[in-house]
Nanobody, 121 residues
């Protein structure tokens, strides 16, 4: 019904920057909120940043001041600008959209397949 495609991961040195993108396609009625999560080896999947339909944002304490989430409603795309990257930011990053699919009365969650970010010298 809804397919998410992430891009922008890779290897970066400490202090560097990366920009992740996640684009949605399919039977999209309304996107209620978009978020980025990450999962490091041996840990659970944690919320990194979230942006709701009205534009309000939330950031995990560990990324405040370094990461910025933004959205392009016309392109059904969410971005995560990551600056001053640290080795502890190394993880697989996943996007998640909460979407009301066309013809369905309730909202559903859809996940991307993940993109690996490695911060290492």
């Amino acid at each position: 019904q809804v397919h998410l495609v992430e891009s922008g991961g890779g290897l970066v040195q400490p202090g560097g920057s990366l920009r992740l993108s996640c684009a949605a396609s399919g039977s999209i009625g309304v996107i209620n909120d978009m978020g980025w999560y990450r999962q490091a080896p041996g840990t659970g999947r944690d919320l990194v940043a979230r942006i709701i339909n009205a534009g309000s944002t939330y950031y995990a304490d560990s990324v405040k001041g370094r990461f910025t989430i933004s959205r392009d409603n016309a392109k059904n795309t969410v971005y995560l600008q990551m600056n001053s990257l640290k080795p502890e930011d190394t993880a697989v990053y996943y996007c998640k959209f909460t979407v009301r699919v066309i013809g369905v009365a309730w909202s559903q969650e859809f996940w991307g397949e993940g993109t690996l970010v490695t911060v290492s010298s």
